[in-house]
């Protein structure tokens, strides 16, 4: 397999290195053909690389970086004072051909902002979208975006957002003819917000989009659509309500007074919250984390501020995916092709 | 205890009289103090009451109506047709005083649309909101509200909804100084939408609300806050979320492949999931089914269309429970209070 260079922001996110060098580390250790960048503050690098394998550290170069976005910045402040970031540097890393992907924990609305400055969206979109593909309970995947790039969506943006995911769900996940939904507060056609019954309109207006009509969300989890389309607030608030709903699952699983129960009962309970973990395994947030900002010339994944290693070592793999699956690539082929004949239509 | 008078939209749902009926007779089994209205078809009504207890069905009485508004009505057009509908009159019983409350499971834009027609807003309330009362891990509750009267939300109407919120926490929950968020897509003052970041300052200036800041979908169910504010798109998508991940994992609890199992492994299973489904019954949707439309002169329940006979059951008495507690009086009062202070900061 040929060698693959990502630059890791090492510095964003709630934990920093703490989380981000670890996770490198763990990513380098499952793919040997992965280099890593890890843009940061070296004296704060070093001493998390020092005890590491030298195998490991021998794919690792350190870039350094003289300063932080804030996680709490406004974007439009932090772009303006972005210079000499560790978010920054990592994005004109991909920018001059020096990394083939980006993956950042930090400010997402900056990584939002300078990813379009530095890296600029692809002919015929004009805003990029977070994209994440989810579980759903049957183990089969759904694509979801905008998660958070955008607070606002018109109805050209959520056109623009189909096209790009049912891109993706057939070029990645290779659906064919993947199923597009919109989310909506009810299934009727005379529901909810004018942006969304406009979009729909075209859309049903698109033969090369297989649109299905209106999902709500309970619909989130159930595989009824391969590709669900949002504004990013909606979007985002809906991808955050499953996760905290799953989480709060998972922990009463695990959760109950053990020191009442007899020897037995805790044994049979540990057995039971094995087999339950197993069964519902793939819910865990921390196994689908890193969203991709779709729409760029280039690759970048947004990582959950709040990531564990675990989890910010499955974004390192997203983004590695991305590359391989040359999703940028294939985005810009198919919109030429469907937005070629949307005009024509 | 005092005889109390519902309106029932019999007709109304996604099931109609299937669920409405035997639902009222299961409520009126619950409370021997309870009299029913069920409004619909006569022809249609009596085969469902034919064969009940006849001690239940001495406190129903049915009120004829000729229609039905459909669930996928345009709201503006099945209020102008609305005249001699089970949910219209059923909402005029409430109006003329012959019933204290009315539940419907019928089309919620038409619901809201008419209520406030007939039942007319509080002073000070620019439109009324629905809220449901939600469970949360540790076993408290959430007010969350609007759950989907209204797709947009002006600053203006998240103040509304919060100083609503807030007295019902306090008044019906018994929750003194109740703590009340905003519901965003960061926890940092300069996320999200503009009108949530203007109705942030309105709160924080104003002392009767013990205003917190945000929270982000993942907070839903943990109980940071005793009220959650947000527009009705989004409290829709949200809450059907949620209650879409809880269905999900209640049905993967009960799955598994029982055949392949030995008899003892199988009554293992039915006893674990027994103890589970206890674990996990609170933040099952049915118990918490029924939304209040919050800031009309009168109560009015609104029941998940694909309410079941339990959830609708669930449903009749939140509306029994919210004349009891004199929801509407209480936050009438209230209001007066804090818009006088409001007026005079």
Chains 1, 2 share one sequence.
Request: charged residues 20%; hydrophobic residues 45%; glycine residues 8%.
């Amino acid at each position: 397999m040929k060698r693959l260079t990502l630059a890791v922001d090492a510095m964003g996110g709630d934990f920093g290195p703490c989380v981000t060098v670890p996770a490198s580390l763990q990513a380098l250790a499952s793919h040997s053909h992965l280099v890593l960048l890890l843009v940061g503050d070296p004296d704060i690098l070093s001493p998390f690389l020092a005890k590491a394998d030298s195998s490991l550290v021998g794919r690792v170069q350190v870039i350094p970086a003289e300063s932080v976005i804030a996680s709490d910045a406004r974007p439009s402040i932090a772009i303006r004072q972005s210079r000499g970031s560790s978010m920054r540097i990592a994005l004109e890393l991909v920018q001059e051909g020096r990394a083939e992907a980006c993956i950042s924990a930090g400010n997402t609305g900056a990584l939002m902002g300078l990813a379009k400055l530095l890296l600029k969206p692809l002919d015929g979109i004009t805003r990029p979208a977070l994209m994440s593909v989810l579980p759903h309970q049957h183990r089969g995947k759904t694509v979801v975006l905008d998660l958070g790039a955008n607070v606002n969506a018109s109805s050209e943006m959520l056109v623009e957002f189909s096209v790009m995911g049912a891109v993706l769900a057939e070029e990645v996940l290779e659906i064919s003819q993947p199923r597009v939904a919109l989310l909506n507060i009810g299934q009727e056609e005379t529901k909810g917000l004018e942006t969304i019954r406009e979009a729909a309109a075209i859309l049903r207006a698109t033969p090369q989009i297989n649109y299905i009509g209106y999902l709500e969300g309970n619909d989130l989890l159930t595989g009824k659509t391969d590709v669900l389309v949002c504004d990013g607030f909606t979007g985002n608030v809906t991808l955050k309500t499953m996760e905290g709903v799953v989480r709060v699952f998972l922990s009463l699983l695990k959760s109950g007074d053990e020191t009442k129960r007899s020897w037995w009962l805790r044994l049979l309970g540990r057995w039971i919250q094995k087999r339950l973990s197993r069964r519902f395994g793939h819910l865990n947030p921390d196994q689908y984390n890193g969203a991709c900002l779709l729409g760029l010339r280039g690759t970048v994944i947004k990582s959950h501020g709040s990531a564990n290693q675990q989890a910010f070592a499955v974004a390192i793999r997203q983004a590695e995916q991305a590359v391989r699956r040359q999703v940028p690539q294939r985005i810009a082929a198919r919109l030429n092709t469907v937005l070629a004949r949307s005009d024509k239509a």
